[in-house]
């Protein structure tokens, strides 16, 4: 297995003021890895951000699977791509990226097990979280929902692991995301089976990494994060996260970063 690391996310319907903190910092931590977004028609400039040693594919969703949201059909997408590709890599990183800044070289991280899934702030739950709980209940049922209401509540924005875990989480997603029926608000329902899944049908060498660990989930945790004297967003245990994600959540914290990459 190669030890090359592989950062990869969609850009859909974005521009490049939205996306170059996200590709502007991976460029500065050092990464030396491959970077591969898929672009959808309505994604603006993503030539700019080939500069930032970010790769562009070109995508479109078939006629007939129109209806359903981005945010599922990059499972599709990231799973046909590591069907031809995965064995060049030895870790693999899955994450949104217009609202995800880098201050570590994500591949200088020593990731702990196969498969790494965040979590949110310890305070919210799978049933506490009214925007999940919405998706999983209208994707799945209320059933579905009370099986892991009580379980902490994981982001499905950023996961990594070794190829081979990755791809067979991308084939069990895959597998659940069908057949959607569009409803009020549902866009983001691949979470609520994201969380699901992990529950009752974990890929193998799962393992949960919390707002102390490398990655900095910001949506549930209440107030601003605390920076570090050189102004690095810290983590909950007081250190620089190597990932920050959903920094947008936070008014002072996205005006910071989008002066820094402005």
């Known amino acids: ?46 030539e700019r951000l080939e500069p930032h040693g970010v790769e562009t594919l070109l995508f479109k969703r078939p006629a007939e699977m129109e209806h359903v ?4 059909w990059r499972y599709f997408l990231y799973r046909d791509w590591l069907r031809e590709h995965g064995r060049e890599f030895g870790r693999v990183l899955l994450t949104d990226t ?9 591949a200088s991280v020593d990731w702990p097990g196969a498969f790494c ?43 990594v692991g070794d190829p081979g875990a990755v791809l067979d989480y991308l084939e069990r997603m895959t597998a659940r995301l069908l057949p959607f029926t569009p409803g009020p608000r549902m866009a983001g329902y691949d979470q609520g089976l994201h969380n699901h899944l992990l529950r009752r049908d974990p890929p193998p060498g ?6 102390g660990g490398p990655i900095l989930t910001l949506g549930s945790k209440p107030g601003e994060p605390e920076l570090s004297k050189a102004g690095e967003v810290l983590n909950d245990a007081g250190l620089p996260a190597a990932l920050v994600h959903q920094y947008d959540r936070k008014p002072a914290l996205f005006r910071r970063i989008r002066a820094l990459y402005s």
């Open 1 to 46: 297995m190669s030890d090359a690391f592989l950062v990869l996310g969609l850009a859909a319907g974005y521009h490049y003021g939205d996306m170059k903190p996200f590709a502007a910092s991976l460029e500065r931590s050092g990464f030396r890895g491959r970077c591969l977004l898929f672009v959808s028609p309505t994604t603006r400039e993503a």
């Open 69 to 72: 949201p981005y945010n599922a």
């Open 98 to 106: 217009r609202d995800v800044v880098f201050q570590r070289d994500p």
């Open 117 to 159: 899934a965040a979590l949110e702030d310890p305070s919210a739950s799978v049933g506490s979280c009214p925007h999940t709980s919405h998706w999983l209940r209208g994707h799945l049922g209320d059933a579905a929902l009370a099986e892991v209401a009580a379980e902490p509540l994981s982001c499905s924005g950023t996961s």
């Open 206 to 211: 799962l393992c949960f990494l919390g707002n």
